[in-house]
């Protein structure tokens, strides 16, 4: 039995939606293997990680559905990731920063 | 209500139906988690006493003479562990956040009743396990497990006792996350976010923390373990690791667990300060707004824990300006009860006095934390008696007051019973004596440099010493007392009326005991919280 | 709102409405809500080793490359694309079960079965070979790469390890999902479980979308030199 509130705000996408996102996830997939094996220096890591948010980004919100989610629930979603950036951020900030005082003798 | 009536009323509460043990074990009620919560919690809280008590005994004398070194290691390894992992933690939020909060959302029961139940199985387990580890000797590495001491030195029990820790973590991360979902959909219609009493505020507060937090322990404490037991060296030197890295891990839970276990206390006094003083919160926003700017900076502060461990001296003057800044929430709050308190109608009931308590000790102990907080004064104090003291300040003579308070507040709705009040307000001044007598003196003996976690020192500091365990025999005793005259009302106190306080909420409004699905109206709220002066008359204060 | 605690005889509950929820509505948004809220406590649960990764390869840089050619990207790549593939087949499972097809729900759950049991096929054999070519940090570790390699090597180990947990815990979640829906459970208007047991399994799929550059790709341009 149905109710009336139950599914009015469960979009339901197509299959066509979700086999392009996977078609996308695979090209970046192999993009980045491609683009790993040319060295580009410090760049390397830079798109290795900008490629890896982009997969990322596309799973949470047409796999996991966060676009069609409360923004409460994206709110949640986000701090997640910004909470952990905290803490490498700041983490960091005393490993970046150890080597500017130098050590008397040293 | 007529006695016969009154014990008719009591039969149908939550406590009697449904009848039989494995009704209980076998729970989905949050108020029935709640008072198994409470039972465990309390013996826990009875065992770390057990340990402060050896401590105590030892540090009589200047020379180690009661125990071993390494014994006195575990003693306080132990103490540490169970009084932060299986009591301060859980206490306020398993007991009364579990009972009130889904009451005072005006609610049936929290978003997931099932997984409340599993958060305190997973609590028992992990107590289990860490009886376990001290039937098997023990840990000796200080509750806060530092490398390389804790992965390749010792010779304890440190994976097993981080097994139970990383269980009793899991079961804190689920009840944190029953709360978010609970305080953000299961809110009664006119219960906006304004009116919700301001305990709902800090246990939501303390739930973010509990999220974000706790899970970063974890996985620090399971790679301790792993490094022991498979070898793989995250945080040993002689591989290129940093142990300094533990310290960050660690830290960044478990400054936030400081914060876990105070919000909650300061969450209780926000509820006993209108009610006791009759008189509606002063600064309501503030306050409210004040908990969740401890939840969020808390997570900025952690290295201060780390100012003499060779943490960048750069790094280092961020944490301290930050944890400076920290301060402001909680003075904010102290401010806002202050206030509330003056030209009210105060009520000189038990409650009260754990208020006053609470507020006079949390100050010196927030107060003595700024010391901390300067660098250049911490490399005096770092791991010297004056941290001990600030951090107990907070802890017991805040948190624990704090939670002595609203179980005394509440115990009329949880219980259905009304204790002896004459005894209780004979507790609360054998609490505040005992406590100031234990603690007081180790600010002193730290700003002479006592160390921590040793178990000799040097002849002069004996008074100092001898008037600290002097202190603890009462702080004992006073426990001791409310917990007899709280048992003993269990069976022969006076039956509580629905409101015996004549306070505000939503509680205060079902029967005491409340019967098993809280409320036996729906509840619709249409007055702002703490409505003491419905009249709209406004307080002016000065 | 008509709805007393004893049950309202005039407002008929959907079979699976629990009795604490005043609709499915609030229900379903309470499930998905929290399972994002304990997502994020898995974040911040993998996001300490990453940041001990970070730690590390800041000031291990060389041993991170020199270590990281060592892995099989290849194997790596190939298990990056199990993976995705898995989700795709995890979504499709939950979108029969929005669309009411039982056979749907049972084809895609097996497959994602499947696809996940062979990423960890495949991860025993690298584990196997770690193993055999003496990458495994302790005393037989390899002498010839840069000091540091084995922090990166633990960390491998640590990292892809717990990810392996996680997928266990996955497959045994997917496994009680398929009994379900072999039972007939999801339906058009109620399918919160498999919903978020998906939300879990994209997860785990993320964290290896992060591991997989992070861990093999590092040194897959060196060459020796």
New interface residues.
């Given amino acids: 039995m149905s109710s009336p509130d139950s599914s009015s705000h469960h979009h339901i996408a197509s299959v066509g939606t979700y086999v392009a996102v996977w078609a996308a996830l695979v090209f970046f997939t192999l993009l980045t293997v491609f683009v790993a094996s040319k060295d580009f220096g410090e760049l390397n890591t830079a798109v290795a990680l900008a490629i890896a948010i982009t997969k990322a980004s596309m799973v949470v919100l047409i796999f996991m559905g966060l676009r069609h989610n409360t923004p409460l629930t994206k709110m949640v979603a986000v701090s997640g990731f910004l909470w952990v950036l905290i803490l490498f951020g700041i983490g960091m900030s005393d490993y970046l920063t150890r080597a500017w005082m130098g050590v008397p003798g040293r | 209500m007529s006695t016969a009536a009154a014990v008719a009323a009591e039969r149908h509460s939550y406590l009697d139906e449904p009848y039989g043990i494995a009704s209980w074990l076998l729970t989905k009620d949050h108020k029935r988690i709640a008072m198994l919560y409470l039972i465990s919690i309390t013996m826990f809280f009875a065992l770390g006493g057990i340990f402060a008590a050896g401590i105590r005994l030892e540090l009589l004398t200047p020379q180690g003479d009661v125990w071993t070194a390494d014994t006195y290691n575990k003693l306080f390894s132990m103490h540490g562990i169970v009084m932060v992992f299986f009591f301060l933690v859980p206490s306020i939020p398993a007991t009364l956040g579990n009972f009130l909060l889904p009451i005072m959302v005006g609610a049936k029961d929290l978003a997931f009743p099932r997984v409340n139940l599993i958060s305190w199985y997973l609590y028992i387990i992990g107590g289990v396990i860490v009886l376990t580890v001290l039937a098997m000797g023990g840990v000796d590495t200080g509750w806060t497990f530092y490398t390389p001491y804790s992965s390749i030195g010792s010779n304890t029990h440190v994976t097993l006792a981080i097994v139970g820790v990383f269980v009793a973590g899991f079961s804190s991360i689920l009840t944190g996350f029953n709360f978010i979902v609970t305080v953000h959909r299961m809110r009664a219609p006119g219960m906006t976010w304004f009116r919700l009493p301001l305990f709902v505020w800090a246990m939501y507060a303390t739930s973010i923390q509990m999220i974000l937090g706790t899970p970063v322990v974890a996985i620090t404490l399971t790679l301790v373990a792993v490094e022991r037991s498979l070898g793989l060296g995250i945080f040993d030197p002689k591989l290129g690791g940093d142990p300094v890295l533990f310290q960050h891990l660690f830290w960044f839970y478990s400054h936030p667990a400081v914060y876990i276990m105070i919000l909650p206390g300061m969450g209780v006094i926000s509820e006993l300060v209108p009610a006791m003083a009759r008189k509606t919160m002063f600064g309501y926003g503030f306050v409210a707004g004040s908990s969740l700017a401890i939840a969020l900076l808390g997570f900025f502060v952690w290295g201060h824990h780390l100012f003499l461990s060779s943490q960048s001296v750069y790094a280092g003057m961020v944490f301290s300006i930050l944890t400076m800044l920290v301060a402001v929430p909680s003075a904010v709050k102290v401010f806002n009860w202050t206030a509330t308190f003056y030209k009210g109608s105060i009520s000189w009931e038990s409650p009260t006095f754990f208020v006053i308590g609470f507020m006079g000790l949390f100050l010196i102990g927030g107060l003595t934390g700024l010391f901390l907080a300067t660098m250049g004064l911490d490399i005096h104090l770092h791991d010297t008696y004056f941290v001990v003291a600030h951090f107990h300040f907070i802890m017991v003579g805040g948190a624990v007051m704090a939670f002595l308070g609203g179980l005394h507040f509440w115990w009329p709705k949880m219980t259905g019973r009304m204790f002896n009040e004459a005894l209780a307000k004979t507790a609360a001044v054998l609490v505040f004596v005992g406590f100031n007598l234990t603690f007081g003196p180790q600010f002193i003996l730290g700003y002479l440099g006592m160390p921590r976690r040793y178990y000799s020192y040097p002849e002069e500091l004996q008074v100092w010493n001898v008037l600290s365990s002097a202190g603890a025999s009462i702080l004992g005793l006073g426990y001791m007392l409310a917990f007899s005259y709280l048992v003993y009302s269990l069976f022969k106190g006076e039956l509580a009326p629905a409101n015996p306080w004549g306070a505000k909420g939503l509680e205060w409004q079902t029967t005491s005991p409340p019967p098993t699905f809280n409320f036996d109206f729906d509840p619709v709220v249409t007055e702002p919280a703490y409505d003491y002066n419905p009249s709209g008359r406004e307080v002016h204060v000065g | 709102?008509a709805?007393?605690?004893q049950g309202d005889a005039a407002h008929?509950h959907?079979?699976h409405q629990?009795?604490?929820?005043f609709?499915?509505?609030?229900q379903?948004?309470?499930s998905?809500?929290?399972m994002?809220?304990?997502?994020?406590?898995?974040?911040?649960?993998?996001?300490?080793?990453?940041?001990?990764y970070?730690?590390?390869r800041?000031?291990?840089p060389q041993?991170w490359v020199e270590s990281s050619h060592e892995l099989n990207?290849y194997l790596g790549?190939a298990n990056?694309?199990v993976l995705?593939?898995s989700?795709?087949t995890?979504?499709?499972a939950v979108?029969s079960a929005?669309?009411g097809s039982k056979v749907g729900q049972i084809v895609n759950l097996i497959l994602t079965i499947l696809l996940g049991s062979t990423f960890l096929v495949i991860k025993y054999f690298e584990y196997a070979a770690k193993f055999e070519h003496h990458l495994v940090?302790?005393p037989s570790f390899r002498t010839d790469l840069p000091?540091?390699s084995?922090?990166f090597?633990?960390?491998y180990?640590?990292l892809t390890g717990?990810h392996a947990l996680h997928m266990v815990v996955g497959i045994g979640l997917m496994l009680v999902m398929l009994v379900l829906a072999i039972r007939g459970r999801f339906t058009?208007?109620?399918y919160n479980q498999i919903e978020i047991s998906?939300?879990y399994w994209?997860?785990v799929?993320?964290v290896w979308?992060?591991l997989?550059?992070?861990l093999y790709?590092?040194g897959?341009?060196y060459t020796g030199a």
């Fill in positions: 709102m709805h007393g605690p008929t959907h079979p629990q009795h604490h929820f609709s499915m509505a609030q379903y948004e309470a998905v809500l929290g994002w809220v304990f997502l994020v406590t898995e974040v911040m649960f993998f996001g300490g080793m990453f940041m001990a970070l730690v590390y800041t000031a291990y041993a990207v790549a990056t694309l995705i593939c989700s795709l995890m979504v499709l979108r929005q669309v940090p302790g000091f540091g084995q922090l090597f633990s960390l180990f640590c717990v058009p208007d109620y998906g939300l994209h997860f799929d993320i979308i992060f997989f550059p992070l790709l590092v897959f341009h």
